[in-house]
């Protein structure tokens, strides 16, 4: 049997392009004991994978993707074909971390990403495979552990998302809303900000492209914030530690503002503000918070199921279109999660954006 990979050729230099990477037809050898071998049906885009695209990702970070070599680490979901584990079958619809191919042999008990990726059987009665790529899956316990966590969301709290209608972002801000809480979302176009009022219900939310975003957040939060879910960094860090009032908290997802950066980025010029108000700035990965899968999983599906989320995904087909996706994706192109739907994959139902 003959598969597919996606391999990076070089290392980008500022934005990622298509020519970055190439694919690569390859053997899929059988499965030896412990191992399945998956069809993989969906796979994962995410922007944190500009950070392994370099000779060196950030120290404690998964490592940098090798050249001229296919892409471990990516969530994908797939369907068993053939299975030397004990546990799965031909036919289970499963998640790993084996992404960017259509083929994949995977070993079950090898843990992956932190644990978030290794080998696991999904419920499809409970959402469409793809969900667990999404709400269901990584996406959804970095917005799930970030706010009720790392955050500590507390009774009456504002609180400001940035980068509001991305993967992340959408499912953190909604999760808030659902705990009651008000909710800011900020996103770089004006067709974004109107998905953040009329769908996902934010009580403000504004183009941070369209104005100094100290002013923007002033306007939207005029008595300031209390927590901040942080997408972006730089800037957005910056006018964020200017409207927290005492005793807020900063939660840092991720800084896509600066995973293309050429040159060393500048730090807030402010963060003397968390000193004089008393102020918490944590950094967090979803990886590491896998004990929450459990929780998660049993009160985001309920949410789920009751329709109190709305699962925007940006859907591009074909294995091929992967590095297309990823490129999309860091220019902002996206609305809700980013998924590539594998070639031969029978067209379901989505609400693609």
């Not at 995410?46 to 950030?58: E, M, V």
């Not at 404690?60 to 994908?76: S, V």
């Not at 960017?100 to 990403?113: I, N």
């Not at 927290?244 to 503000?273: F, K």
Request: charged share 20%; hydrophobic share 40%; net charge negative.
């Amino acid at each position: 049997m003959q598969g597919r990979e996606v391999w990076p050729i070089r290392y980008p230099r500022g934005d990622v392009r298509a020519s970055d990477f190439r694919v690569v037809e390859v053997p899929v050898r059988p499965p030896r004991p412990g191992e399945v071998l998956v069809r993989n049906t969906w796979t994962s885009v995410d922007a944190a994978l500009r950070l392994r695209l370099s000779k060196t990702a950030p120290p404690g970070y998964f490592p940098a993707f090798p050249l001229e070599e296919p892409m471990d680490g990516i969530m994908t979901v797939g369907e068993i074909v053939e299975s030397r584990a004990d546990g799965f079958a031909p036919g289970d619809t499963v998640w790993h971390a084996s992404g960017w191919r259509d083929y994949a042999v995977v070993e079950a008990e090898k843990e992956a990403l932190g644990g978030v990726g290794t080998l696991t059987k999904l419920d499809v009665g409970v959402a469409p495979a793809q969900a667990y790529l999404g709400v269901l899956g990584g996406t959804g316990l970095t917005a799930y552990a970030g706010l009720f966590h790392a955050a500590g969301l507390r009774d009456g709290d504002v609180v400001w998302v940035s980068a509001a209608a991305g993967a992340v972002g959408s499912l953190a801000a909604q999760m808030a809303k659902i705990r009651g809480h008000r909710v800011i979302g900020s996103a770089g176009s004006d067709e974004k900000v109107r998905h953040l009022r009329e769908e996902l219900g934010l009580d403000a939310a504004f183009n941070y492209k369209c104005g100094a975003l100290p002013d923007l957040l002033r306007e939207a939060a005029p008595d300031g914030i209390d927590v901040y879910f942080d997408n972006v960094g730089g800037d957005h860090l910056e006018a964020a530690l200017g409207a927290l009032r005492t005793s807020g908290r900063v939660a840092i997802c991720g800084m896509i503002s600066q995973y293309a950066a050429q040159e060393p980025p500048h730090g807030p010029g402010n963060l003397m503000l968390a000193v004089t108000k008393g102020l918490t700035i944590r950094g967090f990965r979803g990886s590491g918070h896998t004990h929450l899968l459990p929780e998660m999983s049993r009160q985001v599906g309920a949410w789920v199921r009751e329709g109190r989320l709305s699962c925007r995904e940006t859907i591009v087909e074909g294995l091929t279109q992967a590095p297309v996706a990823l490129a999309g994706l860091l220019r902002g192109d996206n609305t809700g999660k980013t998924l590539v739907r594998i070639d031969g994959v029978p067209h379901g139902e989505s609400a693609a954006g």
